[in-house]
Every structure is written in C-alpha cells, then in structure tokens.
C-alpha cells in the first residue's frame, strides 16, 4: 500500500436530504443562521412532474463559507435536497428519507482530488463500483464520477450512502483525454443534478442499489479479517486484502469482456 498523490482528498460539498415539512425552514436557517446570501446561493433547481399545476424546488446548493488563498478555492458547500415527485409517484429521495428514518439525513460527499482519473483507475482495479462515468461539467470546470453505496453486503435495503469525486480547473489535455474516452458523457451545469437523480430513481425502482464494492468481494475481505480488531490489523494483511481485490477486479472485467465478446 502507497499513498499516492491523487489520495490528498478535501471536502468539496456534501448532499443533505430533508423532509418537504423541513426544506423551507432549512433554507431560511441557512439564510439567517450561516448567513448565506443571495451571492451564496449556487443553484437552485424546480421540479416539472407530469400532472404538475405548480413548480417545486427540488435543491438548492448553498456556500456557507470559503477560503481564496490557493489557485483552487476552498468552499463549504451544501446542497439541500427534498422529494418533490407526487405521492402516488416512485421517489428515491422519500425512500432514502423512509428507510434511513428521522426527518433528515446526509446522502453523499464530494471528496476533490488533485487526480480524478488516476484515483477512478486506482479504485475500479480493485473492485469499485461507480454509478456513472467521469463526467465533465464545462460550465463549473470540474469533472466528477459518482461511487455505489456503502452497505453491507446482501443488506435487505440500499444505505442511502455514497461518495463523489471531483477535480476542479482540469486541464486543456485532461479534458481532450476525456473527450476521446470511450465512456465520456457530457452533463453541463443544469443536467448533472437532474442525471445523477434519474440514475438513483433508476436504482430504487429496481429494487436494488449498486453497492460501493460488490457482496461477493465485501464477504472476501470480511472473511480474511474475521477475528481481529481494526489494532490488530496488521500491513502485511492488508496487502493480502489488496491482492484479493486486484485478483477479483481483474477477473470480473476478463468475464465482462468474454460475455461482450
């Protein structure tokens, strides 16, 4: 195991999902207790459901703080998120919201990296499931990718937990790479909230969320570190760990290209 660059994460923002009860007094809290202002606001987006007579807001993305001491900006950043699909309508965020209990919780961190594609590399050779390819976001200058959940494996119900990984002011090389890539996908600005959403919705309503790894490899890595307290843990095992998800990654992708074969 080896640090590498494209480890040195920081807190980009953070998904905070509310009951539609609570998302008005959040947003006032927000203005009046964090003192966001109106220049604060990132985003905000509105539903259109079929049937619809009047618009919801279905997020807004709030700054509640930065930092202009570096070539990349240091923002806090929370977006706010409530179900706003009619009551007889699939919603994954009420799901969420249903299975986790209470009246709200927090859905997912976005975690910046020097190196969005060298850490994608790193994770899906060892058995990283990710919900969506890198994308690239030209009006806000990043590119970003979204992992599966993190759950127990054969869990009766999805976590409602996952991550995001971005980079911001990606290169001119980086982007033409992207461009030539054989998975690119473009969501700009007003699409990438609304894509990411229909492929949560897409999940739920089948049932069942990819998991951050898969069951198969999660029960493997249990397996080799039952008995032991995390103190017990030792480097040596952990390389161990790490070769058994190299060895099932590398062999699920030989089967992937068999089948398409």
């Not at 003192?35 to 700054?63: C, H």
């Not at 499931?129 to 759950?151: C, H, R, Y």
Request: charged content about 30%.
């Amino acid at each position: 195991m080896k640090k590498q660059p494209f480890h040195n994460f920081v807190v980009d923002h953070m998904t905070f999902l509310v009951e539609p009860d609570l998302y008005k007094q959040t947003y006032a809290l927000f203005r009046i207790v964090f003192g966001v202002s109106r220049e604060d606001l990132i985003y905000e987006k509105r539903s259109n459901w079929p049937g619809q007579k009047k618009q919801s807001s279905m997020t807004f993305a709030a700054r509640v703080g930065s930092e202009s001491n570096s070539k990349t900006p240091n923002q806090a950043i929370i977006a706010v998120v409530q179900p706003t699909e009619p009551a007889k309508q699939s919603s994954h965020v009420r799901t969420m919201l249903k299975n986790r209990g209470g009246s709200c919780h927090w859905q997912h961190i976005a975690l910046r990296t020097p190196d969005l594609i060298g850490f994608h590399r790193h994770s899906v050779e060892r058995g990283v499931n990710f919900i969506t390819p890198i994308l690239k976001d030209a009006e806000d200058d990043l590119i970003q990718v979204f992992s599966g959940e993190w759950m127990m494996p054969g869990a009766a119900k999805p976590s409602a937990t996952f991550f995001e990984f971005v980079q911001r002011d990606p290169s001119a090389e980086l982007l033409k790479q992207l461009e030539t890539a054989a998975n690119r996908e473009a969501w700009f600005r007003d699409k990438t909230f609304l894509g990411l959403y229909g492929e949560k919705e897409k999940e739920y309503q089948k049932g069942k969320a990819v998991p951050f790894i898969d069951d198969a490899l999660a029960k493997r890595i249990s397996a080799k570190l039952k008995g032991l307290e995390v103190f017990e843990i030792e480097d040596a095992l952990l390389d161990e760990v790490e070769a058994d998800m190299l060895d099932y990654a590398a062999k699920k992708r030989k089967g992937k290209a068999a089948a398409a074969a």
